[in-house]
């Protein structure tokens, strides 16, 4: 059994099987086609939309969800001092929030103010402890009765959330693999028992376990001289879809609402709105890249004023 290490970093961005397991936001947009399509696809059950909608958003979350278990595994092997955790949170809370945020600011413009689509507005936003869960990113973390299943994204970041604290714990306290197993279903079983969490808390839980477990031990590298011979403009559009991919997905949903409704008023119907909604995902994922390349750099020039800051004190 191996012993955790001090805490250690990895380049990730070099690492372009993870790049391909975040390109599942591929996968999700696919899956929820149908929510802003102003046709029903059940009328086409030769494509079987019914079941592979959601396949394709199990599957993407899952490739989403194991790929943050693995880079988590890999750059922190261990949180070993309050130094150690602090660093850990910092960093997880500046890559969600401000995306989180903006992503809430084109909900509360396009189903707030136009009026576009706006279940999730009036759902979400409409007493203060909907807007403390919004902007916390922790909205429906507590609802243990809700069903699995729907269009809505925000149960994701209080799901991560939750997954970051777990994984602290066992960076924390587990010196081998015995240990994590050992933390790890502690946790999920007074979880369970006390019914606090999202379903799709427990739903995806082993995925980020087994992304932690094969993070430890870089198994993806098996895969990496693969990859790697992959030319390397089609590396560059994989990296590009990779980088935009957790913007893309909390704008997604509102902005796709937006060009739907824009279809139902211009009359696009048939074959021409799956053209138009095509373009708009792609459209979509540019903006989703823009976002966090702007939000990176805020983040770097953040972290950098912090440690010059230090360092002077």
């Not at 595994?73 to 890559?95: A, C, G, M, N």
């Not at 507005?121 to 402890?129: A, C, G, H, I, Q």
Request: with cysteine; net charge positive; proline share 4%.
């Amino acid at each position: 059994m191996s012993k955790f290490d001090p805490v250690t970093s990895y380049n990730t961005k070099k690492m372009i099987e993870i790049d391909i397991l975040k390109c599942a936001i591929l996968l999700i947009i696919l899956s929820h086609l149908g929510f802003f399509l102003n046709f029903s696809m059940d009328v086409y059950p030769s494509l079987h939309y019914a079941y592979f909608g959601p396949t394709f958003a199990y599957t993407g979350l899952s490739m989403f969800i194991f790929a943050s278990g693995y880079t988590l595994s890999i750059r922190y092997k261990s949180l070993e001092t309050k130094e150690d955790i602090t660093r850990y949170f910092k960093k997880r809370i500046i890559r969600i929030y401000p995306i989180w945020w903006i992503g809430l600011l084109f909900e509360f413009i396009i189903f707030g103010i136009f009026h576009i689509n706006p279940v999730p507005y009036t759902e979400n936003f409409s007493n203060l402890m909907g807007l403390l869960y919004q902007l916390t990113g922790v909205h429906g973390f507590f609802k243990a009765d809700m069903e699995i299943g729907g269009g809505h994204i925000d149960w994701f970041v209080g799901t991560i959330l939750v997954y970051y604290v777990v994984y602290a714990i066992i960076a924390k306290y587990a010196r081998d693999d015995i240990e994590i197993f050992i933390i790890s279903l502690s946790i999920y079983i007074v979880c369970y028992l006390y019914h606090v969490l999202d379903p799709r808390f427990y739903l995806y839980y082993p995925v980020f376990l087994i992304g932690i477990f094969a993070g430890r031990y870089n198994l993806l590298n098996v895969a990496h001289s693969y990859f790697s011979q992959i030319p390397l403009s089609v590396q560059g559009i994989i990296y590009y879809i990779a980088q935009s991919s957790y913007a893309t997905y909390v704008i997604h949903q509102p902005l796709l609402s937006f060009v739907k409704y824009l279809n139902n008023k211009l009359g696009v119907t048939g074959p021409m709105e799956v053209c138009v909604i095509f373009i708009a995902s792609l459209i979509v994922i540019i903006i989703g890249y823009q976002i966090q390349k702007w939000v990176s750099g805020l983040n770097y020039s953040t972290l950098n004023r912090s440690m010059a800051q230090k360092n002077i004190n």
